[in-house]
């Protein structure tokens, strides 16, 4: 069995990969960065500027998969008169001012100052005054100054020198955004992982899933919303599991009769009925005209009893229908079969028959639903959570629809598709507990 669990989690690894794969698709080619930007900036009004200012916050501004560039050390914004910062060199090699600035107004008069800690190493671009100041010309298109540093004349081990970068704007208007960026060449390492895929998608392999365009951790995130969930989904799977059982057996014991064609017709009639409808009408008898519970919140401890009695009493009730019918199905499978007849023709007790031989053989179907549920109840429930105001997943991945959070969204059907496989795992793994037949080879 070792072997076999070791084969698959190995095998899960490519899945995982393709999905990632599959995922950054979705969210990068089929909705690119620009526009993720104007989703959330609002369609409307919204300039280039503020589409590349959106993208370079979050590094969405880099390549997909190859970075041949540059890598951004910092950057300067001209909105004030005047705005200058020092940056440390990695030594030699070559450097990079990239300006976006647009076009000048009235009198305005822009400039840059490179001054530098080893003057006699740093060699200046074309248009740099000798000491090392520029006036920016009036275009609206990105430039690229690049610069050097050369290496150190008979002093090999001389720290690297630091730079310092001023800009000046006379009379800056309020719009006014004058954008530098001082860069540095990129490094092999990095020319994969200064990525969009690889700081986007690599990184939720290892669980660690960064930021959302809120600031919010989003790990920390779903490891406090994760409890509420399960105050909810797990006793309500824990619950509808016996109910549905004790339900099904107890109509396919009773099939053909009156309680069975009525049994039927009531699951069928609870299947289509709306979750908002259970919802709704829970709310409004058992909260607002009986007063038995609160209509809505959470707290903590035992206190949070009141608050989740509801939504777990309509969870069962919503999967109650569906489920009644489907071991019902597999039960009057079982039960038609010859060691059910040859155990009533020695005489057995029909609660022995069902419980002792009918449930047991039923086991493997019943441990495929239930086991491969498992993980979804980390995932909670959006309707549950957003009418009950429970701070879970569930209501936590609605926000962040809501809000095109694209971080979360990402983050959420990730770590979705490992719990699923970690699912379809310990299905294989439970039949060999209730079916000696099954070997895991």
Request: glycine content about 8%; some cysteine.
């Amino acid at each position: 069995m070792i072997a076999y669990i070791v084969r698959r989690t190995l095998y899960a690894v490519p899945i995982l990969v393709g999905v990632n794969l599959i995922v950054f698709g979705l969210f990068f080619f089929v909705n690119s960065p620009d526009d993720m930007a104007r989703a959330h900036l609002g369609q409307k009004r919204v300039t280039p500027e503020q589409i590349d200012g959106w993208k370079r916050e979050r590094s969405l501004d880099l390549p997909y998969f190859y970075n041949a560039g540059w890598q951004r050390l910092g950057a300067l914004l001209g909105t004030q008169p005047e705005t200058s910062a020092e940056f440390h060199t990695a030594g030699s090699g070559a450097y990079a001012l990239v300006v976006e600035a647009p076009p000048l107004s009235g009198d305005q008069v822009r400039s840059l100052r490179l001054d530098c800690s080893q003057p006699q190493r740093l060699v200046l671009p074309d248009g740099f005054a000798p000491d090392g100041s520029l006036d920016l010309p009036p275009t609206p298109d990105p430039q690229r100054f690049v610069f050097r540093i050369a290496p150190p004349a008979g002093t090999p081990d001389a720290p690297p020198p630091v730079l310092r970068l001023s800009l000046r704007v006379s009379d800056p208007s309020p719009g006014h955004r004058l954008i530098v960026e001082y860069q540095a060449p990129i490094s092999a390492a990095a020319r994969l992982t200064r990525t969009i895929f690889f700081q986007r998608s690599v990184h939720m392999l290892f669980f660690q899933y960064g930021r959302s365009d809120d600031g919010r951790d989003i790990g920390q995130e779903i490891f406090r919303r994760i409890g509420p969930s399960l105050s909810i989904t797990l006793p309500a799977f824990v619950l509808g599991l016996l109910l549905n059982i004790f339900f099904a057996m107890g109509v396919a014991l009773y099939r053909g009769t009156y309680v069975d064609h009525w049994g039927v017709l009531l699951c069928v009639l609870l299947m289509s009925i709306s979750a908002l409808f259970y919802i709704i009408a829970g709310q409004v008898v058992f909260a607002k005209a009986l007063r038995l519970v609160p209509i809505s919140g959470f707290d903590s401890g035992i206190y949070s009893f009141k608050f989740i009695v509801l939504p777990v009493l309509i969870a069962v009730v919503m999967g109650l229908g569906g489920s009644v019918r489907f071991y019902r199905t597999i039960f009057l499978e079982e039960i038609g079969k010859d060691y059910v007849r040859t155990a009533r023709a020695k005489g057995l007790p029909e609660r022995t028959v069902l419980f002792v031989h009918t449930l047991k053989n039923a086991m493997i179907p019943i441990l495929t639903n239930v086991v491969v549920s498992l993980p979804f109840l980390f995932a909670g429930s959006l309707l549950l959570e957003s009418f009950f105001a429970i701070p879970g997943m569930g209501s936590f991945m609605l926000e962040a629809i809501q809000r095109q959070d694209f971080a979360i969204v990402q983050a959420m059907v990730s770590l979705g598709s490992f719990l699923y496989i970690v699912g379809l795992l310990l299905t294989d793994i439970s039949y060999t507990l209730v079916d000696p037949r099954v070997r895991l080879e």
